[in-house]
């Protein structure tokens, strides 16, 4: 059981506008930047958002994110069929005093 | 170019030990704090622990799963990192990750370990 919650999947089709959500609690997004990673098939994550909202040196700007109150969000914009890949957020929890993933939401472009 | 590279992995029975490396390159490592995170087959990521620089107290954090059991150690004069891994079980088969930065900014290829009798 993830201590961040991400629904299973999404999809979309070629060029549309793929979101996905992450929710925590107050001792981890509440209170801490949201990171994003992707994992394409067969391959290492890759930092794709930091600190809620900011994009890595060479990440397209068709990927966001944004964090509300215990809650985060990230965008796919102008879906491509190479962004097919599970998708993880990430934050520190001062509570468990520990870095905790979501269960990762799986991207499908149909 | 950073570059993480792991070594180590490979095929151990309950109760043993390994031993896993993360060599670095590409980036100042000393300054670095440096994170193991494992996914097991077919599941997600699960953060392991992580040894803060030696300017930030050189002190470890680790998850509850693998607290006791596992050690994180570096060695600055190597530019390598270390995951000693005791007790193992079954639920510890996974890909190894090394990752570096408070935010996970490079990861490594990963390297898998296999706990089975």
């Known amino acids: 059981q993830s201590v961040l919650t991400q629904p299973p999947s999404a999809s979309g089709t070629p060029g549309q506008r793929v979101t996905t959500s992450c929710s925590g609690s107050s001792s981890n997004i509440g209170s801490n930047g949201v990171n994003w990673y992707q994992q394409l098939p067969g391959t290492a994550p890759k930092l794709l958002i930091y600190?809620?909202?900011q994009r890595p040196s060479g990440v397209p700007d068709r990927f966001s994110g944004s964090k509300s109150g215990t809650s985060a969000s990230l965008a796919i914009r102008g879906l491509q069929s190479e962004d097919e890949a599970d998708y993880y957020c990430?934050?520190?929890?001062?509570?468990?005093?520990?870095?905790?993933f979501g269960s990762g939401t799986k991207v499908t472009v149909v | 170019e950073v570059q993480l590279v792991e070594s180590g992995g490979g095929l151990v029975k309950p109760g043993g030990s390994l031993r896993l490396s993360c060599a670095v390159s590409g980036f100042t490592f000393s300054n670095a704090w440096m994170n193991w995170v494992r996914q097991a087959p077919g599941k997600g990521l699960e953060w392991v622990g992580h040894v803060k620089s030696k300017g930030d107290g050189g002190s470890t954090d680790s998850a509850a799963p693998v607290k006791g059991r596992f050690t994180i150690s570096r060695d600055d004069s190597k530019n390598t990192v270390y995951l000693h891994m005791n007790s193992l079980k079954t639920e510890d088969t996974a890909v190894y990750y090394c990752?570096?930065?408070?935010?996970?900014?490079?990861w490594g290829q990963g390297t898998l370990v296999t706990v089975s009798s």
């Open positions: 990752a570096t930065g408070v935010i996970l900014i490079a």
């Open positions: 600190s809620n909202d």
């Open positions: 990430a934050a520190w929890d001062d509570s468990l005093n520990g870095y905790v």
